[in-house]
């Protein structure tokens, strides 16, 4: 197929039938238009996974670890792999274009989609996301960078006003999408937000730079129900509305054309690239695409991810464990057997299966030592939804729930057993008023259980037939993640007697505008937190060492809201302080998917940081806690010992405006330009060898305009062989422009065996010692010296050389070119 057919096939389409595509046929897929044989387009959420079409527990996916985490391993080519997984993956579920990466920043820590972000670094993300699309697209699927742009916290999302001079804007927030381009990407999602006044969906942003200064030839689609008027978004860059049918375009944007309110060119613009995206994932003039049933060898890479982004922030020669000196284990805490593998909101997907830490823990110590498991105090989370564990369906005895449809007399329409009592998309019929799940519970434990029902509108719970919850409940946010994955919903007790079945039964009926996610949560009584502390703590000092795995609550990290504090919930951190009071060799694991507060990091033995892991988290954290591979993560965003003390913390908008005052300084700059020290910073990372760093060598001068590569000479003064991040970082403290203190500009991985030297060289880019001249509107040089600090976090850089930058014409003047490099 030849570069030119795009625009034929654009001719051959009427006005209307060009308007037509530009909406999404369903919620996940585009419209085909069999005149010119472009097939329907199909789309999927995707950093966790590729979920597919459905919210359905049946059709389970892989779940990979979490975007911080993949970030964390600081390793471009296994990022690759896991997006030629991603690709995989998406072909057995039968998906052209999976919505990801999202190259959205580390701004605040409070950030609700943090875990779903890689980095605080613009550098960092642009890498590492480049890495994920070319891995996806090498595949035959597309990958969207998302959100452009500014869309850094969840507080108001769909309405803020971001407000961003031009420099940061280059510099920070757009750097990461440009390199998706020059990475090749095929898709560009607009956020719902707005930035200097201008909804993303109408944004001059999308054509420049996006499309007429970086060259994108892509398809920018919006955020899914983004879309709000039909001329500006029309006349905008925006080529693809979803999702559809219905919305401004499909109601109004062709009569907007025929009016000329809207210029032809631009719909057949929008249009070939439609075209083009079709014929790049094989949805034109092509038979479908054979689907594999499974993805071979994705367990091995997907715990081989998980081991690579662990972050070993302390070590106090506890770790690694040697299996030969346990006897006994003790595994403490809730997340141990209950991990939160992935965060919350529309990135969500069903695995077949995750290891526990627990369950690897124990499968790697069969028959060699005892492992013991005591689950500490409550979290104070809401009640899970039920399960085949908890219940069974009481019409067929199998375990699950029962999902009846109801019409408006309540007679049948439709039933069917289900694995969950989360059921986010229950199948409708014509007629459907209301949504019943009913369930038969035994009690493992008597006392006050407490039961909760998700959605909105008129609800009912019983149990027994005795009323719990009966009221209506409105819908008070327009936000679809809460809508449609995260319905919130009111909670009652009950006194239940252990060992004796009960039928619960939980109604809610079907009104416009409030969705049909239905959610039924039930959780026993919680062991008073006094005697759950005794036990972890006998657990703890009967045994050879000690895990305690700590973590948020699947509720504190997700989409539609952000944070509002990095405390561990619950009594976690007493938990710990006393674990460790019984036991010296105690090894806390961390499992959140963003910063948290670890207070008593001083006083254990070491500390793991696993984020959200995915699926195979269990059999990761065993292969590094007993040495059979390195813990290979540093930091990609910087760690706060206090909320208070982080420079940014701001994600509420005032006015209905939120302004990154912070400038350039984000990160590890701002914690610089403040002169504080985070718990722990920006690209640290411990490993199970030590390192010297004896000797750096750079160029003495470089012409503007060009990079240089900073070699770096390191040596394994361990015992082990190990792998070390070399990190090279710029400063210019007698610039004439304001920068940041120091700022990262490459890196390099090594290995070595003990006592052995080796090389690491990293290319540092001509961009990275420019800036953006506002005045010029260009990229700018600066001649004179700049400082190369080289180590191994942003804090800790034992090597420094200096490099002179030359200007062509001269040294007196800023150099500068107009097109980025």
């Known amino acids: 197929m030849t570069d030119e057919e795009p625009d034929r096939l654009t001719e051959k389409l009427s006005p209307r039938q060009k308007v037509r595509l530009l909406t999404g046929g369903t919620t996940w897929r585009t419209r085909a238009e069999p005149a010119v044989g472009l097939d329907e387009i199909v789309t999927s959420d995707g950093p966790a996974g590729v979920r597919g079409e459905a919210w359905d527990e049946r059709l389970t996916s892989l779940l990979l670890p979490s975007a911080s985490a993949l970030a964390a391993a600081w390793d471009e080519q296994l990022v690759r792999e896991v997006g030629g997984l991603l690709a995989r993956e998406a072909r057995r579920k039968g998906v052209h274009v999976v919505l990801a990466p999202n190259l959205n920043l580390h701004r605040s820590p409070l950030a609700g989609r943090h875990f779903e972000c890689f980095s605080e670094d613009p550098w960092l993300v642009g890498r590492t996301g480049a890495a994920l699309i070319r891995g996806l697209q090498g595949g035959g699927v597309a990958a969207t960078a998302k959100h452009l742009v500014a869309n850094d916290s969840e507080t108001g999302r769909l309405t803020v006003d971001v407000r961003v001079d031009e420099r940061t804007l280059r510099e920070v927030c757009l750097a990461p999408f440009e390199a998706a381009v020059e990475a090749g990407v095929w898709a560009v999602m607009a956020g719902y937000n707005r930035v200097n006044g201008a909804t993303m969906t109408a944004s001059p942003l999308l054509a420049r730079p996006l499309k007429d200064e970086w060259g994108f030839d892509g398809v920018v689609v919006s955020d899914w129900g983004a879309l709000r008027t039909a001329v500006d978004t029309g006349n905008a860059a925006l080529d693809l509305a979803m999702p559809g049918p219905g919305g401004p375009w499909d109601e109004t944007l062709a009569d907007a054309v025929a009016a000329g309110l809207v210029p032809q060119a631009v719909i057949d613009d929008k249009v070939r690239r439609l075209i083009l995206l079709a014929q790049r994932v094989g949805a034109l003039n092509g038979a479908p695409a054979p689907r594999p049933r499974t993805v071979p060898g994705a367990r ?202 009960v039928l619960v039964v939980a109604r809610r009926e079907l009104a416009p505008d409030t969705g049909r996610a239905t959610v039924l949560t039930a959780a026993p009584p919680a062991t008073p937190d006094a005697d759950a502390l005794a036990q972890a703590v006998a657990a703890a000092r009967s045994a050879d060492a000690a895990i305690v795995v700590v973590g948020t609550t699947d509720g504190s990290e997700s989409e539609g809201h952000d944070r509002t504090g990095l405390a561990l919930p619950g009594r976690q951190d007493d938990l710990v302080r006393a ?37 195979e988290a269990g059999g990761a954290l065993a292969d590094v806690l007993f040495g059979d591979v390195e813990p290979g993560g540093r930091l990609p965003t910087t760690w706060p010992a206090r909320l208070a003390d982080a420079p940014v913390t701001a994600t509420r908008p005032v006015g209905g405006r939120l302004t990154y005052d912070e400038g350039v300084h984000v990160g590890h700059r701002g914690w610089l330009r403040d002169g504080r020290a985070p718990a722990y910073w920006f690209g640290h990372g411990l490993g199970y060898t030590t390192w010297a760093y004896e000797h750096v060598d750079a160029p003495e001068t470089v012409d503007e305009g060009a990079g240089f590569t900073v070699t770096a000479l390191v040596r394994n003064a361990g015992g082990r062989p190990g792998r070390e991040v070399v990190q090279v970082y710029l400063s210019r403290p007698d610039s004439r422009i304001e920068r940041p203190v120091r700022w990262l500009a490459g890196y390099a991985a090594v290995h070595a065996g003990p006592g052995e030297t080796a090389r690491a060289e990293v290319v540092v880019a001509a961009r990275s010692l420019r800036h953006w001249d506002v005045a010029g509107q260009w990229w700018a040089g600066e001649p004179g010296r700049f400082t190369v600090h080289v180590g191994r976090s942003a804090d800790d850089l034992p090597l420094t050389t200096r490099v002179r930058v030359v200007g062509r014409a001269s040294e007196s003047a800023l150099c500068a070119v107009r097109r980025p490099d």
Do not use: K
């Open 579 to 615: 674990v460790a009071a019984a036991n010296p060799r105690t090894v806390v694991v961390v499992n959140s998917g963003g910063p948290v507060e670890l207070p008593w990091r001083h006083e254990v033995g070491a500390v793991l940081l696993t984020w959200l892991p995915g699926q």
């Open 300 to 501: 091995r890479l997907l715990r081989r991810a998980a081991a690579s982004g662990t972050v070993l922030l302390r070590n106090d020669g506890v770790l690694p464990l040697g299996q030969g000196e346990l006897r006994t284990l003790a595994v403490i805490g809730a997340h141990a057997t209950a991990p939160r593998v992935q965060g919350g909101g529309s990135a969500g997907v069903f695995p077949e299966r995750v290891v526990s830490p627990l369950e690897g823990i124990r499968e790697r110590l069969r028959g060699q030592a005892r492992v013991v498991h005591a689950p500490g105090p409550g979290l104070g989370a809401p009640p899970a939804p039920l399960g085949p564990r908890d219940c069974v369906d009481p019409r067929s005895g199998a375990p699950g729930v029962l999902l009846r449809v109801l019409d408006a007399d309540g007679a049948e329409l439709y039933a069917e057993h289900r694995g969950t009592g989360r059921l986010l998309e229950p199948g409708l019929r014509d007629g459907a008023r209301t949504v019943e799940i009913s369930a038969l519970l035994t009690p493992g434990t008597g006392g006050r259980w407490t039961f909760g029902l998700g959605g909105f509108g008129r609800m009912s719970l019983t149990v027994d037939g005795r009323p719990l919850i009966d009221g209506t409940y409105p819908r008070r946010t327009d936000d679809p993640a809460v809508v449609h994955v995260t319905p919130p919903g009111p909670t009652a007790r009950h006194t239940l007697t252990e060992g004796v079945p």
